[in-house]
């Protein structure tokens, strides 16, 4: 099984058609085609089906292409490992980042990595480990930093930072502004962003904690942007990290609605693959994120 036919083989999944395939990697589709009956061959079954517009994987085809998209990342990141170990400041590295790791973490994290490795770009995402952690487990993303759940991947392993405090967050001159405690939003409409794979399981401990009837939740999001968007443009409420009350852009658009019930968040941690190390401008940028991690525990004390 030759590199070259996985690295065919998941740009035609990705594509979803062997012309586009052959474009993106500026080769023939016939070499393209070639290229995928021999995978076929080598294997014993069927990678494709064809569909009127493109092809479609088959579930055999699904399950090799987890596998190939794990294995041409790891060959990518190989190659990238042993030319940093050898001095050189280029690659890229994929990093996820939840909204508090972007407050309170990145700011202090990005500029020491661009002094070390100015020429390593780097690809950021905006969610929660929920939504990626396939991808952390296929290598498509190198690490994740912040909150993360009971029963993650054994595949992953966690590290954690430091523990979090929440808040409940609405817009400015908010309805419930006045509000001090979980029974005077029992009526509120709630946006959510959980950080673990069932959207509701941040809010209703603290609801059924109190005796009170589960939240109405009637938005999910993942990023800053869809938070402060939704939320300033409606009644909605959302708890979020503290440090959304520490930036400034966000105090002239929410306010804190001051309930008097404790808001322990789950604490903010790094998630990479368990036994499969990074390469070294990785390793080096979770270096950065741990030392800035510091200086949050002395704000918080």
């Known amino acids: 099984m030759k590199l070259s036919s996985l690295r065919d083989f998941v740009a035609v999944a990705e594509r979803g058609s062997l012309r586009a395939a052959a474009r993106q990697l500026e080769v023939s589709q016939p070499t393209i085609t070639r290229s995928i009956q021999e995978l076929e061959k080598d294997l014993g079954v069927a990678l494709f089906e064809r569909q009127a517009k493109g092809v479609r994987l088959t579930p055999m085809g699904e399950m090799f292409f987890r596998r190939s998209k794990a294995i041409r990342m790891e060959v990518v990141r190989a190659q990238e490992e042993i030319l940093q170990t050898r001095g050189a400041l280029h690659g890229h590295i994929t990093v996820c980042l939840s909204s508090a790791a972007h407050l309170a973490l990145l700011p202090d994290a990005i500029r020491p990595f661009r002094q070390r490795y100015p020429d390593v770009s780097v690809r950021l995402i905006d969610a929660l480990l929920p939504s990626v952690e396939s991808q952390l487990a296929d290598g498509t993303i190198d690490c994740y930093v912040g909150p993360a759940f009971d029963g993650v991947s054994a595949e992953l392993s966690v590290e954690k930072l430091f523990d979090n405090t929440r808040v409940v967050l609405g817009r400015k001159n908010h309805p419930l502004a006045s509000a001090t405690c979980f029974a005077d939003l029992a009526e509120a409409e709630w946006m959510t962003a959980s950080s673990t ?93 741990r030392r800035a991690s510091l200086h949050v525990h002395t704000l918080a004390g």
Do not use: N
Not at 231 to 255: E, G, R
């Open 197 to 289: 794979p069932r959207s509701q399981e941040d809010l209703l401990p603290m609801f059924a904690a109190h005796g009170l009837p589960p939240p109405k939740v009637v938005f999910e999001a993942q990023s800053a942007l869809s938070f402060l968007t939704t939320m300033t443009s409606s009644d909605l409420l959302m708890l979020l990290p503290i440090q959304w009350t520490q930036v400034a852009i966000f105090k002239d658009a929410l306010q804190r609605i001051p309930v008097v019930e404790p808001l322990h968040g789950p604490p903010i941690c790094i998630v990479q693959r368990t036994g499969l190390p990074l390469t070294p401008a990785a390793e080096y940028f979770c270096d950065m994120v």
